[in-house]
C-alpha cells in the first residue's frame, strides 16, 4: 500500500463521501475511519463499503490523548485528513462547549499524537508524512459586496463554531513552524450532496418542502454563499494531500455565489417537477417562511481558488445544476435515511452496540 490514512470524522457527511472516493479512486490506500459517532456521524453513510479490505471503523473520540497515541503506535500512519468536527453554526451559538472540546481540543490530541509519532520515534520518515487539516471558509469572517477570501485574507471569526475552527487552523500551522510537522490546511465553502444531515440548508430544506412543512429562510435571505458539490471538495482534498506544498493553506470553492432565498426557491421548483405540486395544488414556494435572523449571521461568503487551480489543476467538475439534480435525486431515493438521522434512530442503535461490546 502507498499510504495509510486516518481519516477523521469519516462517518459524517464530506468524510463519508471522501473515503468512497478514496476505496474507488486510490487503489492503494488503506484508509482507517475514526469517528465518535455523535449525531452527526452515521456508519449506514459507509454501509456499501464496509467490508472492503482496504477499510477499517474505530469508534472514538479524537479528544482522547492517549487512544489517539496508541492509534499512531499501532497503526503505522502516514497520512492524516482530519475532518471530525462540530460543524453547525446555529448548534455553536446555543451550546459552544462541543465546539471548544472537539473542534479545538480534539485537534490539538491529533497534533500531539502526530508529533510523537512522527517527529520523535520515527525521524527520519517525516518528508513522506502529511497532516491535512479540513477547515472552513467562514474563519474569513463576512464580506460585502465585493472582494473574495484569498489564502491571504486575516483570519476574523464571528461565530463560536468558526472561532473554534480558526483556532484550530492556528494550532496547526504553529506545529508546522514551531516542530516541522508537515501540515497541510484547506478552507473550503459550503458544501452539498449525499449524506448532509438535515441540519444544514439544503437538505433542511428538501426535507420539509417534501413533508409539506413550512422553509425557514433567515432573515431577508439575502445572504450569499458560495455552493461547491462535496465530491468536488473530496477530489481536491486528494490532489492537496498528494502535491500540496507543506506547510501551506489552500482555499477551495466553487465560484458559484447564491442568495440563500435563490437556493431554496430552487429546490421548491426542482420538487415541484420532480414530485408534483403539494396536495393542496400549490407550489413549494408558497412553503417559504421569513423567520428570525440568525446571530451574528455573516453576510457573503465567496472563495478566490485560484492558488489550487494554478498550482493543483483542480477546478470543480460538477455545475450548480448538475451537483443540485443528483443531490435532490440521492434524497428522494434516501428519504428513509432522512427520517432516521432525523429521529435519532441509528443513534440508538450504535448506543446500545458499543455499550453490549
Ligand atoms: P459533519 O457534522 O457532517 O460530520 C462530522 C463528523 O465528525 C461526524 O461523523 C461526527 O461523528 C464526527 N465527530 C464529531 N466530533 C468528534 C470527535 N470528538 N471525535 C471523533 N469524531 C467526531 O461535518 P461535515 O459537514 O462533514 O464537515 C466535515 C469537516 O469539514 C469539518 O471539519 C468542517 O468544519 C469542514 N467543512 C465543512 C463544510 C460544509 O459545508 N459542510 C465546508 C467547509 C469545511
Ligand atoms: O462555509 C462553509 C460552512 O458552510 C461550513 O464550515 C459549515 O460547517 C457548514 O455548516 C456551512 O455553514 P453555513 O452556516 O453557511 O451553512 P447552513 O447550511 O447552516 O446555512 C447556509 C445559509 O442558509 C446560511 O446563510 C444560513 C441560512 N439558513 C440555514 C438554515 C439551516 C436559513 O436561512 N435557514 C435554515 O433553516
Not at 486516518?6 to 468524510?15: D, E, Q, R, S
Not at 492503494?28 to 459517532?37: A, T
Request: charged letters at 25%.
Amino acid at each position: 500500500m502507498k499510504k495509510k490514512v486516518l481519516v477523521t470524522g469519516g462517518c459524517g457527511f464530506i468524510g463519508a463521501n471522501f473515503i468512497r472516493l478514496l476505496l474507488t479512486n486510490q487503489p492503494e490506500w488503506q484508509v482507517i475511519n475514526l469517528d465518535k459517532l455523535t449525531y452527526a456521524g452515521n456508519l449506514e453513510n459507509l454501509e456499501d463499503v464496509a467490508d472492503n479490505p482496504r477499510y477499517s471503523f474505530i469508534c472514538d473520540d479524537i479528544c482522547n490523548q492517549e487512544q489517539m497515541d496508541v492509534l499512531f503506535r499501532e497503526h503505522a500512519i502516514d497520512t492524516v485528513v482530519h475532518f471530525a468536527a462540530e460543524s453547525h453554526v446555529d448548534r455553536s451559538i446555543t451550546n459552544p462547549d462541543a465546539f471548544i472540546q472537539t473542534n479545538v481540543f480534539g485537534t490539538f490530541s491529533l497534533l500531539e499524537a502526530a508529533r510523537k509519532a512522527w517527529l520523535i520515534s520515527e525521524k527520519k520518515t517525516v518528508s513522506q508524512r502529511r497532516f491535512l487539516h479540513v477547515s472552513t471558509d467562514e474563519v474569513y469572517g463576512s464580506l460585502g459586496e465585493t472582494g473574495y477570501f484569498t489564502e491571504e485574507t486575516a483570519y476574523d471569526p464571528r461565530s463560536p463554531y468558526s472561532a473554534s475552527k480558526a483556532s484550530s487552523d492556528h494550532l496547526v500551522r504553529s506545529y508546522y513552524h514551531t516542530y516541522g510537522l508537515p501540515i497541510l490546511i484547506t478552507n473550503c465553502s459550503n458544501n452539498y450532496g449525499p449524506y448532509q444531515f438535515p441540519e444544514k440548508l439544503i437538505p433542511l430544506i428538501l426535507n420539509n418542502a417534501l413533508k409539506g412543512e413550512s422553509l425557514p429562510v433567515y432573515g431577508d435571505g439575502a445572504n450569499i454563499r458560495d455552493w461547491l458539490y462535496v465530491v468536488d471538495h473530496c477530489e481536491a482534498i486528494v490532489r492537496v494531500v498528494e502535491d500540496g506544498t507543506v506547510g501551506q493553506s489552500y482555499n477551495i470553492g466553487g465560484h458559484n455565489e447564491k442568495k440563500n432565498l435563490e437556493v431554496v426557491e430552487l429546490l421548491c421548483t426542482i420538487l415541484d417537477q420532480k414530485v408534483g405540486l403539494l396536495p393542496s395544488g400549490r407550489p413549494r414556494t408558497k412553503l417559504i417562511t421569513f423567520v428570525k435572523d440568525r446571530l451574528g449571521h455573516d453576510r457573503r461568503y465567496a472563495i478566490d481558488a485560484n492558488k489550487i487551480a494554478d498550482q493543483l489543476g483542480w477546478t470543480p467538475r460538477y455545475t450548480f445544476e448538475q451537483g443540485i439534480e443528483k443531490t435532490v435525486d440521492w434524497y428522494l431515493a434516501n428519504k428513509k435515511w432522512m427520517d432516521a438521522v432525523i429521529d435519532g434512530s441509528y443513534q440508538q442503535y450504535y448506543e446500545k452496540m458499543y455499550a453490549d461490546r
